[in-house]
Nanobody, 116 residues
Framework: VQLQASGGGLVQAGGSLRLSCATSGRRLNIHLMGWYRQAPGKEREFVGL???????DYASSVKGRFTVSRDAAENTVYLQMNSLRPEDTAVYYC???????????WGQGTLVTVSS
């Protein structure tokens, strides 16, 4: 199973970016997909997720600014990031969890840099 994240880049504060994460490999029975991020010198932290049924959850720091969505047919997850702040600067990692399993599959990360 491979996850390929894309869409990162440099953006000014207040701007927007949309990240994508596509999966490939064997047939998957996905329970949920989502995003974490890791800023320089900090631990990886949860950003948001979307479940098989379409329910979403977000970290309080991004709620109201970020939106996780998915294309279930393509097993692709998106992260729409609006009103970006310099503190959103981080490497963003997508992940997925299969139904009935505890192992998380991770993407390689995509760098988002927000300038002030």
């Amino acid at each position: 199973v491979q996850l390929q994240a894309s869409g990162g880049g440099l953006v000014q504060a207040g701007g927007s970016l949309r990240l994508s994460c596509a999966t490939s490999g064997r047939r998957l029975n996905i329970h949920l997909m989502g995003w974490y991020r890791q800023a320089p010198g900090k631990e990886r932290e949860f950003v948001g997720l979307i479940t098989r049924s379409g329910s979403t959850d977000y970290a309080s720091s991004v709620k109201g600014r970020f939106t996780v969505s998915r294309d279930a047919a393509e097993n692709t997850v998106y992260l729409q990031m609006n009103s970006l702040r310099p503190e959103d600067t981080a490497v963003y990692y997508c992940y997925l969890l299969e139904l009935g399993r505890s192992y998380k599959y991770w993407g390689q990360g995509t760098l988002v840099t927000v300038s002030s």
